[in-house]
């Protein structure tokens, strides 16, 4: 091994075009952490000092900025949009992977429309989503309109995610409980859905991720209140809506900075959860 | 009744799984159906190539946010792509495996940073950075093409590393058998053998760029006129609809709901060759 590096050393120090390539390769990776690094150290040092008890008042006036009722209605939006997305999402995994035959056109199908969806802009769905949820069916500017779009947003990571999961849990498994006598809907429950938990888990916190940190498609769907959401149809903007208002006014500045503190600090987190998700799930994989 | 049950659920699930489908389906009747009509009124030869955007005067000319969008696409995947793909193969190839981890959960930190974030960072950094090195007001196509190559990063660099990773390991033995040193081993047969893949993580990072509102709008400037050079503020398609949507009525929102149908029509173009790509590479 130490050979080996020594004679790569030798190889660089005398061939400039790997020497080249090696410098490459490793500027573009440092730059890209510096990058990261840079973002993140600067909103935090910026940040930190603003974060006083005002910015968390219960109540939002022009005068605390306050963006607890933003972090709240993030939460209702969150959860309500996963009401939707995930019973649909896994349902639709399920039929994928248990039901449907080998070369069933749906199949395709839903592949090609969930590839579709996932690469939609943002915008396009809040415009959608104006047009369909907040006019046609009449529910306003609500926090279900909201909801309800980013739902179809992260629908197809949930399926997808899902999908992996399921196809991941072994043929054998189906095989013995069908061998004890249980019926489909019995295995899928019992047997093969609890195997693929955390996959489908990891996609759900993918999804999350994607709902916290959404703002295009939520302005002209769930408004821009600044106040916490008092029903379902109410208006209420989320954190990154909030941010993105408080930004704008030019006023806030060192709330704006605050804000994204703590919206950093929520997709850290939410990352954090993936990453021990994901080393979960590949522990048990090499157990197994 | 255990028969009913069962076939209940499977219906069930198959509901479930033509959700996504009907979901495309309604998005595209909505767009289309809200705005071809003012496209054919507006003309669509004036809307696609018209060079003016002046709602107040019945102009609606989309070309200068077409041309802002592709510039600041093209922009983006200049710094994005060599950077994104380099980095992807120091963390395939090169990465020592005490930092692999970390750098891994950097890369997707770096997907999960919401828009806004990235917008008001480029705002208050490089807006003010851009003025200074380039002149100008410092809101541009530059600026905006910085920012946008961050953050279609992690996208090209999961790809692309994904794909690298694929490439059976023979390859680059067999680069290393024939004298070649580790970088050029790497670079030229195991980087080529993972060609598909990256292009595939590129084409994703186009959409990326190309969708992208919220950060564009922050650093923009979004004056709806084709940008004379890199530092001259730049419109795109989604910032377009952004701005406006707000206070627009009738034909304006309308030629608003055309503007976004421009965007998934180009969107749909990379969607349908990037899974014919695919298709074809299998």
Redesign the interface.
Known sequence: MAESIRQNVKIRRTDPQSFLLFFLVHLAALLTMLALLFIIIYILVKGIPHLTPDLFSRTYTSENVSLFPALINTLLITVVSLLFAVPVGVGAAIYLTEYARRGNKLVGITGVAAETLSGIPSIVYGLFGSLFFVKYLGFGLSLLSGSLTLSIMILPLIMRTTEEALKSVPDSYREGSFGLGAGKLRTVFSIVLPCAVPGILSGIILGVGRIVGESAALIFTAGTVAETASSIFSSARTLSVHMYSISGEGLYIGQTYATAVVLLAVVILINAVSNYAAKKIGGERTDG | M?HF??SA??C??????????A??I??CI??FA?GVPAIQKIGVFHFLLGITWKPANNLYGNLPMIIGSLYVTAGALLIGV??????A???AR??PKQIYRP?K??????A??????????G???LVPMVRDLFGGRGMSVLTASILLG?MI?PTI?SVSETSIRAVPNSYYEGGLALGA????S??FTVVPAAKSGIFAGVVLGI?RA?????AVM?VAGNQAAIPAGVTSGVRTL?TN??LE??YSTDLHREA??GT?VI??VF??I??ISL?LFKRSVQ
């Open positions: 255990k049950k069962e659920m499977k069930l699930f198959l509901t479930t799984a033509c959700v996504s489908v979901a495309v309604l998005i909505f767009l809200n060599p950077v994104g793909i380099l980095t193969v120091f963390m090169f990465c750098m959960a950097a890369v997707n930190l770096m999960g940073i919401p828009s806004v974030v990235y917008g008001f960072f705002l208050v950094v961050l990063l660099i040193s580790h970088e050029k790497v670079f959409g190309i969708g992208e509102t919220m922050m989604t609809i952004v949507m707000g608003l709901i976004a965007l998934f969107i749909l990379i969607n899974s």
